[in-house]
Nanobody, 121 residues
Framework: VQLQASGGGSVQAGGSLRLSCVVSAGGKVVNVYDMSWYRQAPGKQREMVATQRSDGTTAYAESVKGRFSILRDAAVNALYLDMNTLQSEDTAAYYC??????????????WGQGTQVTVSS
């Protein structure tokens, strides 16, 4: 299972970005359950930013509530993060993570490569 994240960049405070993450499995059938975005700033621990569970419920870090929205396109196994009113504190490498299962393997966590978001004030 591979996750390809994209959409990071540099933006001024108050601006917006959309991150994308596409899940693929080399043509194999993969069942995707929870899908999440995490971030890690220099010198800090990785933290959960937003999660969309397989039952459709969502959860957000307090620091991004009202500014970020997580969206999921189950038809193409894609995950998005709409980030608005960006602040310098949002500067970090952003990672997508899914809980997925291949037919012959149980549920596992899979991580994408990070995509850098830099917000300048």
């Amino acid at each position: 299972v591979q996750l390809q994240a994209s959409g990071g960049g540099s933006v001024q405070a108050g601006g917006s970005l959309r991150l994308s993450c596409v899940v693929s499995a080399g043509g194999k059938v993969v069942n995707v359950y929870d899908m999440s975005w995490y971030r890690q700033a220099p010198g800090k621990q990785r933290e959960m930013v937003a999660t969309q569970r397989s039952d459709g419920t969502t959860a957000y870090a307090e620091s991004v509530k009202g500014r970020f929205s997580i969206l999921r396109d189950a038809a193409v196994n894609a995950l998005y993060l709409d980030m608005n009113t960006l602040q310098s504190e949002d500067t970090a490498a952003y990672y997508c993570k899914v809980v997925a299962a291949l037919p012959w393997r149980g549920r596992q966590d899979y991580w994408g490569q990070g995509t850098q978001v830099t917000v300048s004030s």
